[in-house]
């Protein structure tokens, strides 16, 4: 109504100023939209993002999912290809705000993996004390375990004797694709990798193939317990054989990031956000990582209501789980100039976790003692100011490049965001901070079939989508205090495992209290 009314008024004056007109058309083909929208305001934007509208984003997502005899959003699946066309759609509705585009890449994906046998000296190891590992080879053997030296990231670890047999080689230090791919090319028939801290097995990735040292064997994960029951064994003086089948189906797949840009605002001077949309095979993925999707969708629609001074760029990519993949292709394939108007990048993977910490990327590197490029200890001090502002505590997370903020890291594009938890367990001074129990992992349905609608804490959830769109409007609004650009600044080498090392993510020990 407000629309009609204006350009009605400003037909009944054309006469008489006929530049008014031209002006006003002017803007309304430069902004997008029409003069009447409000300027983004932070108190408004945060006021338009509700728990109702996130948990029915959350449930559409399992809804994908559980529609597929997969039950997962895995890249390539039904549930997948579902979630992007949703967001597509989603994001073409609003009026034109945003130029929209799906951009398509080629990965290898590995669809389903089993465990058919595995058994030493002819019996079962307890259920729950291992693992396939993500790309595995295929392979069906019976030989005896040698013992690797070291932790196998060398080729001179490798013994002659693991020719034809299977490797037992510690966790630690490179990532296992190598140890695997070098086992391989030692000749051995497959390689049993055992963690080297107590409790469950690591579930872990190799990483897509092909690598350089050669072909995968087919590859397990046992629990620290058993890895040094065998190796006692060994070099005892005993005899150990085991009998692996294993089946894989790993192939060569497409898919795609969604792109979504305001057409209005400075395009020279963008945020960039994004999450992914993927996740693993074993579920559905709705805090890993729906609720950054669902987070950054929320803010996307209420943002189309209201005008911007500076341009944003809303990524959701895809294939983040098999090594951060689609935020690398999309980094990559920027041109230069392109690049540059990135002002900032901000992620969120995983912002609802049950046993939840307000984790916040650390820019400054204060707390684990790397940092970002030049901006990163802003918005790190941005989302500090935004919790005290709501009377909560927060911690920092390791600012290491684990999560699809890595590659605009690597391209020297200052970044930072928020983090919940996963794996790993909350300690007891972060349990007296956050609440929620001590000694339990932060999400206990982390890659797991239960991570769904109900495995979400609904109040974290909330809080950090409102902390999206409060660092949305403000720098959509002004990059005022922000520092320029370097461009020519050497770019930051990061730790870089995507996931093929594994995911765990560092928390500070010093986490910030209110002060009462």
Known sequence: MKCSIAVGALAATASAAPGLV????????QYGYPITKPTVNAT?????????????GAQQLEDFAYASEERNRFIGSPGHNDTVYWLKDTLESLDGYYNVSLQEFFTVAQINGTINVFTVDGAAPPEGSYLLFDYSASGNATAPLVPVSNVGCNASDYPATVSGSIALISRGTCEFGLKSALAGAAGAVGALIYNNVAGPPLQGTLGAPPRPEGDYVASISISQALGAGYLSAITGGANVSATIDVLT???????????????????ENKLALGAHTDSVAAGPGINDDGSGTVGILEVAKALSKYKVNNAVTFGFWAAEE??????????????ASEAAKIRAY???????????????????????NLSGPAGSAEIEAFFEDYFTGVGQNFTATAFDGRSDYGPFLDAGIPSGGLFTGAEENKTAEEA???????????????????DNVTNLDLGAFETHAKAIADAVATYSFSWEGFPARNTTATKRSVVRSKRTIERRHGRNKRVQPLEK
């Open 346 to 368: 901000l992620n969120f993977d995983m912002i609802a976790s049950p046993n939840f910490v307000n984790a916040i990327y650390d820019g400054d590197g204060s707390a684990f």
């Open 44 to 56: 408004l934007l945060k006021a338009d993002i509700t728990r109702d509208n996130l948990v029915a």
């Open 432 to 450: 007296l901070l956050f609440g929620g129990t001590a000694g339990v992992a932060l999400d206990q349905c982390y890659h797991q079939a239960c």
């Open 22 to 29: 031209e002006r006003a058309d002017k803007k309304i083909r």
């Open 249 to 267: 189906d790993i192939r060569n797949i497409s898919t795609y990031n969604v792109l979504a840009t305001t057409n209005s605002g400075d395009q």
């Open 322 to 335: 098999e090594g951060l993949l689609g935020s690398t292709y999309y980094v990559e394939n920027l041109a």
